[in-house]
């Protein structure tokens, strides 16, 4: 028998808007997951979890060792986008699952910052005052692969970029800074490329995420 709606619990915030997240599965959506949920949850264990976001940086910011146990217990444990991607990668050899390309940005080493996902948003609906690392590099090697912008120009982008503090990061600034340091065309182009059609890979990830889920729970 498929798992029932209330026995999947999906933390999502600014990765995805839950609206759209339920046209994709039916769940008990939460908001980012931080230090505690886990324990709580495990009052009454559900079937399957789902992580995408979660708080960063501050004393609040879930540990790996409290979602061990619940990955013991035999709860299905997913995590991709965010804070998902990242716990994933480290637990992964103990069962937790990860999904994407973020995860797997993770896992390889690409990447290794907290800074690369984190990013500022509204507690209250998600919306997001900033652009996470991670989108931006996935965003400028999709750039390159479609000939918008040369891989020199996409090194600049992304050291400057990188320099900035983590709030601050978005793409008009990112273009600022840029002015003067890379080919006008292209800089033009890309400021175009990045407002049509950019490539955002924490959402990519929160959506393949469901649907690895909705798989699942067909065959729990």
Do not use: C, W
Not at 55 to 68: N, Y
Not at 173 to 195: S, V
């Amino acid at each position: 028998m498929p798992v029932s709606t209330d026995q999947i619990v999906i933390y999502v915030g600014p990765s995805l808007a839950v609206h759209d997240a339920r046209q994709i599965l039916d769940a008990d959506y939460r908001p980012p997951i931080r230090r505690g949920d886990i324990d709580a949850l495990m009052q009454s264990p559900p079937k399957i979890v789902g992580v995408i976001d979660g708080k960063f940086f501050q004393s609040f910011a879930i540990s790996p060792k409290e979602m061990l146990p619940a990955i013991e217990a035999g709860v299905v444990m997913l995590g991709s986008s965010s804070m998902g991607a990242l716990r994933a990668a480290e637990l992964y050899p103990f069962g937790m699952i990860g999904v994407g390309r973020i995860y797997e940005m993770y896992k390889t080493g690409e990447i290794d910052a907290d800074d690369e996902v984190a990013m500022v948003f509204d507690g209250d609906d998600g919306r997001a005052y900033s652009v996470p690392m991670v989108n931006i590099r996935v965003a400028l090697e999709s750039a390159v692969k479609e000939g918008v912008i040369s891989a020199e120009s996409e090194s600049t982008l992304i050291k400057l970029i990188k320099d900035v503090y983590f709030p601050e990061r978005s793409y008009p600034m990112m273009l600022k800074l840029a002015a003067g340091r890379m080919p006008e065309r292209e800089l033009a182009d890309l400021h175009q490329y990045l407002q049509e059609r950019a490539p955002d890979a924490k959402r990519n990830d929160a959506i393949q995420l469901l649907h690895d889920v909705k798989r699942i729970a067909a065959t729990l």
